[in-house]
Each structure stands twice: as structure tokens, then as C-alpha cells.
């Protein structure tokens, strides 16, 4: 079946001609075209092998394709691989995750959220609110400095000291709230205590009128994917009303995880909850 042509269907005022040749490029790699020099791209896309050189310059520099031993053959690199998993696992957290995030929300009257990091902000992929609403400016898309907040703490959980310092270079982070870290030590030191629970717990965290508890969403590979958690009104939570939350919300994550194929280690045992300072 031959494919139509942009400039068939009245569209072609609205293509890039060089983003559509470095895509049409990309698709010439695949199960029967592992590796593929210059030449032969040149010949399939009927473009000058100076163009196509340009092209594969571009797309190498970018991790969309590597060179073989340094030669003049090439192959798909690491970045669209990448590109897929984070496709496919957008697409889980929120087709999998709403059905988990509604269940919990009509189990605690509270509402419920999933969010995702991107480099140092964190984003509000799914959301699920009681019929009464906390009052809250998140929303779906809304994005947050990572550091302030507790989602932020539940994504970088797995980091190490040296990891937050590259992530966060500057002698003082941005603070937005008196409990806020101020240095990349500052942020270590609390993840290392909520490495240990599990999950995070921050009363007045980011806003002081709201606590938040979140814990993580792993996939199969063991990799933080994802923070499934409760937003609470201040006054509402005290120690036994948190610890009920918690215990919820951690139940919610190791639930979504099992559906993102996360097989957790026999030898790791039971989850202990505990709040903080008990």
C-alpha cells in the first residue's frame, strides 16, 4: 500500500522538510537493517550523501544513533530506546494507574495523585479527587520543583549524594517553605530517612496548610518510575489518621508496581510503616 504524501493531503505548508528526512532516516533502521552507512542511506532517501553525512552527525550527537567501532557504520543508539520506554511506561502509569489512585481515593476520601520527575521538576501525571475536594492548585500538568516537595523526595529516593550533587550544583537550592532542604546534603539526609520507611511523610512540606504522604512506583527493572501518594488538610493529619493513610498509599504503590511487572525480593521482607520520629 503506497503512503500518502503530506503535499497529497493539503498539509505540506505545515512540515519541516529536515525534521521529516532525520525521521524517515531513523525509520530506515530496523530488524532487517540493523547497521547502515552513508552510502546506502543516501541511496534509500535519494539524497546527497553531504546532507545525509550532516543527518547522521546530528542524530549521533543526540544518542538517536551510534557509530559501530568508531567506523563508518551506524545504529540506532540508546535515546530511542529510551524514547519508547518512556512511551510505553506514560502510558501504563496512566491507563493502569487511574483505576488504583480512584479505588484509594474512595478508600481514604482524600485526594490521590501520581507524579512523575522531569530533571529537577516533578510532573502531575494522574489525579483523582473526593466528591468534596481538598482545595489545591495541582492539577494534571502541573509541575513543581522536585526538591520541595515530598513527590519530589519519593523520585529521587534511589539518587546518592554525588547523583543530587550533579542534579542540584548550586550552593543553595530555592527554598519554598521553612521546611524546604537548602543544600543537595541538606535534601541527602532526608532521603536517606525516607529510604529507610519507604515511603515520605511532610506535614507542611511545600504548602503548610497540606501534608502529603507518597511512596514509590517501581517497574520491572527496579527503576523509580513514578510517586503515588495523598494530599491531607494540615489539621486533619495526626499520627493515627497518617499512619492509616500511609499504610494505604504504600499498599496503592506496591500495587501499581506489580502491574508495571516490579517483582520485589523475596528476602526483602514485610513493609514496617512507621511515621516519623517513631
Do not use: W
Amino acid at each position: 500500500m503506497t503512503q500518502t504524501n503530506p503535499s497529497e493531503t493539503g498539509s505540506e505548508k505545515y512540515v519541516v522538510p529536515a525534521l521529516e528526512r532525520g525521521l524517515r532516516l531513523l525509520q530506515e533502521f530496523g530488524r532487517d537493517s540493523r547497521t547502515l552507512g552513508a552510502p546506502e542511506l543516501a541511496r534509500r532517501l535519494e539524497l546527497p550523501r553531504a546532507t545525509v553525512f550532516r543527518m547522521l552527525n546530528t542524530l549521533e550527537g543526540m544518542g538517536f544513533l551510534e557509530r559501530i567501532d568508531g567506523g563508518t557504520e551506524y545504529r540506532l543508539g540508546m535515546a530511542v530506546l529510551r524514547l519508547g520506554f518512556e512511551y510505553l511506561s506514560s502510558l501504563e502509569l496512566t491507563e493502569l494507574g487511574q483505576p488504583v489512585i480512584a479505588r484509594l481515593c474512595d478508600e481514604i476520601s482524600y485526594p490521590c495523585n501520581i507524579v512523575v520527575r522531569d530533571n529537577r521538576s516533578i510532573v502531575y501525571v494522574a489525579k483523582v479527587t473526593p466528591p468534596r475536594p481538598l482545595a489545591s492548585a495541582v492539577h494534571v500538568g502541573t509541575r513543581l520543583a522536585a526538591h520541595g516537595t515530598v513527590f519530589g523526595r519519593v523520585l529521587l529516593l534511589d539518587f546518592s549524594l554525588a547523583e543530587l550533587r550533579a542534579l542540584y550544583p548550586e550552593e543553595h537550592l530555592e527554598a519554598f517553605s521553612p521546611n524546604t532542604p537548602r543544600t543537595a546534603l541538606d535534601l541527602f539526609n532526608l532521603i536517606e530517612v525516607d529510604r529507610e520507611r519507604g515511603y515520605v511523610f511532610g506535614e507542611g512540606f511545600y504548602e503548610t496548610s497540606i501534608s502529603t504522604v507518597a511512596a514509590p512506583v517501581r517497574d520491572h527493572s527496579g527503576r523509580i518510575v513514578a510517586a503515588l501518594g495523598s494530599t491531607i488538610p494540615s489539621p486533619h493529619a495526626g499520627q493515627a489518621k497518617a499512619a492509616g493513610v500511609a499504610e494505604r498509599v504504600c499498599a496503592a504503590a506496591d500495587e501499581l508496581s506489580g502491574l508495571l511487572n516490579y517483582r520485589r525480593e523475596a528476602q526483602a521482607g514485610a513493609r514496617v510503616l512507621s511515621m516519623p520520629g517513631h
